[in-house]
């Protein structure tokens, strides 16, 4: 991030830069396209919440028929069901984090709904820095630079000087 405000430094010493910016996340919000996303995340959303609900609900029926019948069990047949339980409870588990989990159907069908959103926001974006002749558009909500005109780029030069270094084969 140092490295980018120096360079956006440098450049203001060097020559005219006009700079803009903008909030991503107000625009996304703006949209009918994310609200109708947002429609459909929570659908998906209750859909798996229900099925959660539903096997956590059928577990606390299996705990509860183990629990009445419990005293008419002989010892082997009470470990065996308290491990068909267990297992049970391992399954919604699983579920749980497969579907609704940090990595899981939900996370990923959020994504596959928002990226040709966010897609769209930022190839906007580089078309009206294109259009109204912006050097550096700056994003607020993301907090770096989402659009650069490539004479400004110093990736083959940082690339050169560092080749300079390494010695030749």
């Not at 990595?103 to 709904?113: A, D, P, R, S």
């Not at 700056?138 to 690339?159: C, F, M, N, P, T």
């Amino acid at each position: 991030m140092k490295v980018i405000i120096t360079i956006i430094m440098l450049s203001l010493c060097l020559a005219e830069t006009k700079i803009g910016w903008v909030d991503s996340q107000y625009i996304f919000n703006q949209l009918e396209e994310t609200r109708e996303a947002q429609v459909e995340l929570e659908k998906k959303q209750r859909s798996l919440e229900s099925e959660l609900m539903s096997m956590v609900s059928r577990g606390d029926s299996l705990f509860q028929v183990f629990q009445k019948q419990a005293p008419l069990m002989g010892p082997e047949m009470i470990k065996a069901k308290e491990a068909e339980l267990l297992a049970y409870q391992q399954k919604v588990e699983m579920f749980q984090m497969q579907k609704l989990g940090p990595e899981g159907e939900l996370y990923i069908f959020y994504g596959q709904l928002i990226a040709p959103i966010e897609k769209k926001i930022l190839a906007a974006i580089a078309q009206v820095g294109d259009i109204k002749g912006y050097d550096y558009i700056l994003d607020a909500s993301r907090g770096g630079i989402v659009h650069a005109l490539d004479s400004h780029k110093l990736d083959e030069y940082v690339l050169e000087e560092l080749r300079k270094d390494t010695p030749s084969e």
